[in-house]
């Protein structure tokens, strides 16, 4: 794809002190984790960026139905388990909410891809399946939707590295226009992607277009979505919104959600993603309950995973290669328990991980278990103590998660305790949907929630217990920013992942704010195999 651009970051207050403070082994004067830890930095926030981040509304072109007929539309790409395949999906047909919706017949529209190296002449071609979705209401006053048709089609038998055009639709009614994606490089310890950007709890406001617009402008290779996607949740099923969750009409009888709200999020993310790769976990606002305790309807049914592809029997947790990078995408709203099919098949899937072949062990999910946010702060606790070892034990370089509307970044850390073999945490939950931003820190005064309002009812539990050692001992928050929180800052933006070789991934964060290539967080994470010995195949 285009060229890169030069990475270049302003030198922010942290980076100053940093430079001014110490006399580090910078990589091209970039710090890097060999350093660390890092004193904890916090910017403060910046007032000037307040204000409620509001959605588009259903009258901008850029979420409005622009194709006819079967045309289709909501235009997709995302990663099988490897290089040589990925999936194309896509709608066609209009959605149906209200009364008298009579779901459309699935099997009346063909799935067909055809693709090859060159935009004139196709020389394969590839079928696959499709679906449709309903979300019921089973109460007076409260309307129905059926969805468009959704196709999945799998390509395999791709060259790595390689630029491919294609067409989707049914040849027999209609095709799309011809859309072009780039395959990963081959899985391999000197081959990697480029850039892959990481975002979390995107929404759809105008926020959300700054944050989406920044992204494209830095060429992404491949988007991980940590979660939390369209909000369609913040809805009534009549399309009237509110501005949170919790707040939201506590009157009606089940949790309403609008979902053509999904509809609006897939035409919008469009040019985005029908070239570039984006790769999906759920996040809490994707569980959707409705009628028979039906969840996750939407994002199962709307996003193609290779979960079969690698060895998972669920949309909620699935695995995949991307050059040397092998990504582990969890689920935190499913049993994660040593018992749980998850747990099972993550200890199966970490035990067939090389590290010759992937020395890059990424692990993504929705709710961070460091974060040190009042919002949402230790909720995830069940899940840290159920799986932080099993982590460990194989090595995961870096941690993804969403699910905070903020973003930090953690020192090395391990069970609470800073770990030059620990992971990095990072938290980019900053999309800029239309819920609150987390601004207060849960080390604040007044801030340290009660301990028992802090489990998440959908993960069950209660694991997080008063610290027992540390500066913290006998308290459930710090009295100051913990030792394990390098970085943290209430803006909007998204983080961009580049991995150099097998010991050095460059990280930025990039501010709404700022122009898009200036990073305001920056960082190489440093792996050191021959100090941290970990579990499983060659240790590279
Ligand atoms: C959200 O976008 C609006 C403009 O669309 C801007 O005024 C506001 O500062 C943004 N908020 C943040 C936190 O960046
Ligand atoms: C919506 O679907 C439910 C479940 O099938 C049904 O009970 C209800 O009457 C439907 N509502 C409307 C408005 O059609
Ligand atoms: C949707 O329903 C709510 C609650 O009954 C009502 O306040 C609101 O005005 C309705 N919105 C529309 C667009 O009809
Ligand atoms: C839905 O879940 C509730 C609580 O777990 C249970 O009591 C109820 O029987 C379930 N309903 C259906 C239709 O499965
Ligand atoms: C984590 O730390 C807690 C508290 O210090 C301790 O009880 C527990 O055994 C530790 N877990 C592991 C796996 O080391
Ligand atoms: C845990 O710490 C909080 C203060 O952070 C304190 O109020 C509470 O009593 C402690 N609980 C226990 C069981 O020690
Ligand atoms: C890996 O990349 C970093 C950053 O570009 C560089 O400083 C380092 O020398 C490289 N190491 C190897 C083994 O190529
Ligand atoms: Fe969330």
New binding site residues.
């Given amino acids: 794809m285009a060229a890169m651009p030069p990475v270049l970051f302003r030198v922010s207050l942290a980076l100053s002190c940093f430079l001014l403070c110490s006399e580090p082994a910078l990589v091209g004067g970039i710090p890097t984790t060999l350093e660390g830890p890092f004193p904890p930095v916090t910017v403060p926030l910046d007032k000037s960026f307040r204000g409620n981040a509001v959605d588009l509304p259903d009258t901008d072109r850029r979420v409005q139905r622009t194709v006819s007929g079967f045309e289709p539309e909501q235009i997709s790409v995302s990663l099988s388990s490897n290089y040589n395949s990925v999936w194309i999906s896509w709608i066609t047909g209009e959605f149906q909410i209200g009364d008298n919706i009579a779901p459309l017949d699935p099997n009346s529209v063909g799935s067909v891809v055809s693709y090859g190296v060159s935009s004139s002449g196709w020389s394969h071609q590839a079928t696959g399946y499709s679906l449709i979705y309903n979300q019921l209401y089973p109460f007076e006053g409260l309307k129905n939707y059926t969805s468009g048709i959704i196709h999945h089609v799998r390509l395999k038998g791709l060259k790595p590295n390689t630029l491919y055009y294609y067409q989707c639709g049914d040849p027999s009614i209609a095709m799309s226009d011809i859309y072009y994606f780039r395959t990963m490089p081959v899985t391999g310890l000197r081959s990697y992607p480029s850039r892959v950007a990481v975002v979390g709890d995107l929404g759809l406001t105008y926020n959300t277009t700054s944050t989406v617009d920044h992204m494209l402008s830095n060429h992404p290779d491949l988007v991980l979505l940590v979660g939390d996607v369209s909000y369609a949740d913040l809805y009534l099923t009549n399309g009237t919104g509110a501005d949170c969750y919790s707040c939201s009409f506590p009157q009606t009888p089940i949790h309403e959600t609008y979902q053509p709200q999904w509809d609006y999020w897939g035409r919008f993310m469009q040019p985005l993603v029908s070239k570039v790769p984006i790769m999906v976990i759920e996040g809490n606002h994707e569980i959707e309950k409705q009628a028979e305790n039906q969840t996750f309807v939407a994002y199962s049914s709307r996003f193609a995973f290779p979960s079969k592809e690698s060895g998972s029997s669920s949309t909620f947790y699935y695995s995949f290669n991307a050059g040397g990078i092998h990504f582990l995408m969890l689920g935190a709203y499913i049993s994660y328990d040593k018992s749980s099919d998850q747990y099972r098949w993550l200890e199966k899937d970490l035990s067939k991980v090389d590290r010759e072949v992937t020395p890059w062990l990424v692990a993504t999910w929705h709710p961070p278990w460091y974060s040190t946010y009042t919002a949402h702060y230790r909720e995830a606790e069940c899940m840290r103590v159920a799986m932080e070892d099993l982590l460990y034990s194989y090595g995961v370089d870096v941690v993804f998660n969403g699910h905070v509307h903020a973003y930090e970044r953690s020192n090395r850390v391990y069970n609470y305790t800073l770990d030059p073999c620990g992971p990095v945490h990072i938290t980019v939950g900053d999309g800029g949907n239309r819920e609150k931003m987390a601004i207060t820190h849960a080390d604040e005064p007044g801030n ?1 929630p ?2 028992s309002t802090t489990p998440d009812k959908y993960m069950g539990g209660f694991c997080a ?2 610290f027992t050692s540390g500066p ?1 001992t ?4 710090w009295d100051r920013q913990p030792e394990y929180s390098a970085y943290r800052e209430s803006s909007f933006g998204h983080g961009i992942f580049e991995v150099k070789n097998e010991t050095h991934a460059l990280w930025t964060w990039h501010r709404n704010q700022d122009l898009y290539k200036y990073a305001g967080d920056v960082i190489y994470i440093v792996r050191q195999p021959d100090k941290c010995p970990i579990k499983g195949k060659r240790n590279i």
């Fill in positions: 340290c009660d301990p217990f008063n913290a006998g308290k459930f928050c």
